[in-house]
């Protein structure tokens, strides 16, 4: 089944070269790969307090909120209100604590997860009817650790896996731009095969 295709693609983040590598900006992460496969380039909108890519080819604006995690529906709410952009034709791109590192989860609307960049988005656009593509980062275990553990970057063997749903998501693009919603979730949502361990060799027998 086909849905509205999105106008609006947004990656969640910090801004500020210090947050660049942390989990917390993978959302940043997803739109500057996407920007690069769609050959568009971000520039500073203070309008819309972010950094703006236009990628009309495809349809759609890209935006990278630069004004912290807590607060970026206000750019959201500002770029959407400006093109007017329904909620259902935005997609969000974001973080996820409760999904393990090279795991995807694309779905509309929902709760929000405790997740600070979603509370503010949906009160700037008075409704979690938009859709959302929660990046695995794991959790630390410890409620305590959350925020310590958002604002650090990832080990290696989990920055592969992160970096490897990002790449199955961003195969689905064809899908998503058509609004086929129904067959991306199923693709991005599907877990990745576990690799068989390999079976070792017997060694000849002299």
Not at 45 to 53: C, D, K, M, Q, W
Not at 72 to 94: D, K, M, T
Not at 99 to 121: A, E, I, S, W, Y
């Amino acid at each position: 089944m086909s849905a509205a295709a999105p106008r609006l693609i947004v990656g969640l983040g910090n801004p500020g070269a210090e947050y660049t590598e942390t989990r917390h900006n993978a959302g940043f992460w997803f739109c500057e790969r996407l920007a690069d496969q769609l050959g568009v380039r971000f520039n500073h909108e203070s309008r819309f307090h972010g950094l703006v890519a236009n990628a009309r080819d495809a349809g759609v604006w890209l935006l990278m909120p630069q004004t912290f995690m807590n607060r970026s529906g206000q750019a959201i709410g500002a770029l959407a209100r400006f093109y007017r952009i329904p909620p259902a034709e935005i997609l969000v791109v974001h973080d996820e604590l409760d999904v393990p590192p090279g795991q995807l989860r694309l779905k509309f609307g929902g709760g929000l997860g405790g997740h600070n960049g979603l509370k503010d988005t949906s009160a700037h656009l008075g409704t979690n009817d938009y859709w959302r593509l929660r990046i695995g980062i794991g959790h630390p275990g410890d409620r305590n650790e959350v925020v310590n553990f958002v604002l650090k970057t990832a080990r290696r063997e989990e920055q592969t896996l992160i970096d490897e749903a990002m790449e199955r998501a961003l195969a689905t693009w064809p899908m998503i731009a058509r609004g086929e919603w129904n067959a991306a979730s199923t693709r991005i949502n599907a877990r990745p095969a576990t690799p068989k361990p390999a079976i070792p060799k017997e060694e000849p027998r002299p």
